[in-house]
């Protein structure tokens, strides 16, 4: 989904520190304020246990609700109900030399990709108003450019709090009818947080939060098109936001076999993790960077995980989940399915069609789905114009409900539609944001089909 991939770069974007010309700094701008944001102690857990438990990859979180208040230009702004969103990764850096560099704010756009400008507004002891400028080259249509200034805590257990104050988001040109937005009073919030684990090594944690309400004709259709973003935006902000810290303080990790898509046994160690974080939301796995070793060709896929915790018994979810047939009715994108079940293995031919208004797309794909056990399901592009897609999907008890694991990962290719192929030169940019592409879609699809296999699978079971 191209549409997705800048999606959910601009909401990164728009969540990492960016430029206001020559404006002023208000009184309430520099005045005492307490963040809200929960740190990782207030989930439960302890940052060696997670180290431990998730090694080299970056795991994503939903924190229970909360009711929060955070200044702005009228006054305090109170929410109800604000679900932030943690990312959490283990670096091979000291907890202390990780904050320093959090705290340099000026250095910023060394550690994000697309900030061009980074500088240091406001300086009142432990308070500081930053600026910074975000630039993304859309191909054959015009610069977006991110304009904004960040009210930043350090706070005194180390972490770094930021709250957006005011900003500008246009383009160089009125692209697709208007694609210019005031970011003056828009909600975002977020926390930094290092932790040591021991002297050489620390976790880093992002939480993130937000209740943006774009204004632009562009950003309306959007999320009138894709209102699950919503929910997933947070997912995609806290992932690209830890991880173009994570990748500059960790080894790739040197594969010499193709990766079999991650399930309930490769991601042992972090269940209970998913077990627990399931309860408020989505738990995602992101794999660690790869490296050829010299007997390889080509570098493998790196998977996304989703675990998603469903109101209903494991056979019921697997059996609604597998309704291949009714699959147009729950993912607006795929037009038709010509389903070929021959038992253990249903070969599908999908039709799919997807964008908004002029940025639009269509490709075929065919998609083989093999069951490998009774509780795992592994597809794999045969045909079509993805030069690779490939996946599982398990279903495990979880006392009266279902932890549905499903991962995936895919490379686009020189086949793929136009329109994929440009948004797969914007995404280039930042080096992992074909993996944050590929999870957005994963998420979107989850928030749609959570709901749907509920209450069919109910249905199905009442006496």
């Given amino acids: 989904m191209p549409l997705l991939r800048i999606v959910s770069l601009l909401l990164f974007l728009l969540a990492s520190p960016v430029a206001l010309a020559a404006a002023k700094i208000a009184p309430w701008m520099m005045a005492d304020w307490e963040n809200p944001a929960p740190h990782l102690a207030d989930a439960g857990i302890n940052p060696k246990d997670v180290a431990d438990s998730i090694g080299p990859r970056l795991m994503l979180f939903?924190?229970?609700?909360?009711?929060?208040?955070?200044?702005?230009?009228?006054?305090?702004?109170?929410?109800?109900?604000?679900?932030?969103?943690?990312?959490?990764a283990k670096v091979d850096l000291p907890a202390a030399t990780l904050r320093r560099r959090l705290q340099d704010f000026a250095s910023y756009k060394s550690l994000f990709p697309m900030l061009t400008q980074s500088e240091v507004m406001a300086l009142d002891a432990r308070k500081v108003v930053a600026r910074y400028r975000v630039e993304?080259?859309?191909?054959?249509l015009a610069?977006?450019?991110?304009?904004?200034?960040?009210?930043?805590?350090?706070?005194?257990?180390?972490?770094?709090?930021?709250?957006?104050?005011?900003?500008?988001?246009?383009?160089?040109?009125?692209?697709?009818?208007?694609?210019?937005?005031?970011?003056?009073?828009?909600?975002?919030?977020?926390?930094?947080?290092?932790?040591p684990i021991d002297a050489r090594r620390s976790v880093l944690v992002f939480t993130y939060w937000d209740r943006i309400e774009l204004k632009s004709f562009f950003a309306r259709k959007l999320m009138e098109a894709y209102p699950e973003l919503r929910v997933v935006g947070p997912y995609m902000v806290a992932a690209g936001a830890a991880e173009a810290v994570h990748r500059n303080f960790v080894s790739p990790q040197q594969v010499n076999q193709d990766i079999v898509p991650p399930g309930v046994t490769s991601l042992a160690g972090a269940r209970y993790f998913m077990n627990e974080l399931s309860r408020n939301g989505a738990v995602v796995f992101l794999e660690p960077e790869m490296v050829l070793a010299p007997t390889l060709k080509t570098t493998p896929l790196r998977y996304s995980s989703v675990a998603t915790r469903l109101r209903t018994s494991p056979a019921a979810a697997r059996k609604q989940a597998t309704q291949y047939a009714q699959l147009p009715t729950v993912i607006k994108e795929i037009k038709s399915v010509d389903v070929q079940d021959r038992g253990q293995q249903v070969d599908l031919g999908l039709d799919v069609s997807a964008g908004l208004m002029m940025l639009r797309f269509s490709l075929d794909l065919d998609v083989r789905n093999t069951w490998v056990s009774p509780d795992r399901l592994e597809f794999r592009r045969t045909r079509g114009n993805l030069a690779q897609l490939r996946g599982a999907s398990e279903w495990h008890a979880l006392g009266d409900d279902t932890l549905m694991l499903t991962s995936a990962a895919h490379e686009l290719g020189e086949d793929a539609p136009l329109l994929l192929r440009l948004a797969h030169r914007i995404v280039d940019s930042v080096p992992y944001g074909d993996t944050l592409g590929g999870m957005a879609a994963q998420l979107v699809i989850m928030e749609r089909m959570r709901p749907w296999i509920e209450a069919h699978a109910n249905v199905s079971e009442a006496p």
């Fill in 62 to 88: 939903s924190h229970a609700p909360r009711d929060i208040s955070i200044p702005g230009t009228k006054g305090a702004r109170r929410f109800s109900g604000a679900r932030f969103v943690s990312a959490v």
């Fill in 143 to 195: 610069t977006v450019t991110v304009d904004f200034r960040i009210r930043h805590n350090i706070e005194t257990d180390g972490s770094v709090s930021a709250l957006l104050l005011d900003g500008r988001a246009e383009s160089l040109i009125a692209m697709l009818g208007g694609m210019t937005d005031e970011l003056a009073d828009q909600p975002v919030l977020s926390r930094w947080e290092a932790l």
């Fill in 136 to 140: 993304i080259p859309l191909p054959a």
